[in-house]
């Protein structure tokens, strides 16, 4: 009798697909987010590691993995997971997350949805990927595909664990039988950041694509040159502009024709690339863009 109750309490502890499925939906939301907010006041690592070698990166990877540690330390769980009610618990004995688990579920809770995105932004605008690159998205489908199986066996419950990651580190998604034990200044402040998550969210959604094409953006498109314009400069000044088919920066034909949906212009991919890598804006109408507002034009 013991033995069927123990049994009808793990039944009723397990969370549904569903929830785990939006736990992980709001974990994935605090990078990009926080890329988004970080973007807009200019706040980036920028400091020379050894020789030439400078290390230029956002802090949004940084902040999301300390966010996740504290999450994991107070109540073995991530942020989206506490924002749900679940607990990360041993398969087996279902006890909490030892020291080494809640830095390794920190880590890999941060580095690879990081590493991932990085990834797909390099081939999605460049051609020229190294080898290793290639294999590492390949790496990342055949995760994505098993992780695909264990949701689909967690569903019909035939498994504990519903990806692999999970089932490689022993550990499952269940209710906390005990709310966690906390001080007072711990749970505002944890309670605070939950808040956040409805923050992160419109965050989000207001940056998302599809927003942004409904909306139309806040910046106007330059108007186009008149070709009479420069009727008045000077000769030395008319030979120096870029005539038709020709990259702004570069004043050679286009190699690689790239357009900034921003302005509308067409550079080569190089030179924008190069110039965004320095300025981190059009270089003709100096409106701020990222590598997302690049577009590659196909001749056909």
Known sequence: MAEAANVRQNLQNVPSI??????????NLIYPALSKIFDYFGLRLDFKLWGSFRLKEELSPLLTWILQLVYLRNRASSFGESFYGLQRTDTKTGELLTRRQQWTSATLLTILPYVERKLRQRSAHQDDTYKWEEYAINLFHAYNASKAVHTFLYLIKQARSHSPIFRAMKLTLRYPNEPPK??????????????????LQFIQWWYSNDQRRKVGGSLQNPEAKPLDSDGGLPDEVKQSLPKRGECPVCLLPFQTPTACSVSGYVYCWKCIINHLKEHGACPVTHYPISLDDLVRIYET
């Not at 569903?18 to 974990?27: K, N, R, Y």
């Not at 906390?182 to 923050?199: G, N, R």
């Open 18 to 27: 569903f929830e785990i499925s939006a736990a992980e939906t709001l974990d």
């Open 182 to 199: 906390e001080d007072q200044w711990t749970y505002i402040f944890l309670k605070m950041l939950e808040v956040l998550a409805f923050f």
